[in-house]
């Protein structure tokens, strides 16, 4: 499975930045998934087969026409 994963929280050191840090690096270390990151190429994970910068993305992004755009461009 290509999963886009919107990591623009990630390292933030707080609730919901913690979750999100782990959840991507159980990810992409699963064979499974084909993990692309959305977010600061320097916080991601090792496994992860591709990245996409976000640094002055939107929030939401991934809801709006535009995310889904981006979503099918990157075939996730």
Not at 35 to 50: C, E, Q, Y
């Amino acid at each position: 499975m290509r999963l886009l994963y919107d990591a623009r929280l990630a390292h933030r050191g707080l609730g919901i930045a913690t979750f999100v840090t782990q959840l991507a690096r159980e990810l992409a270390i699963n064979p499974d998934v084909e993990l692309v990151w959305f977010g600061n190429p320097a916080l991601a994970p090792p496994g992860t087969s591709s990245v996409v910068y976000a640094q002055r993305a939107p929030y939401p992004l991934l809801d709006s026409w535009t995310g889904r755009a981006l979503a099918r461009r990157l075939g996730v």
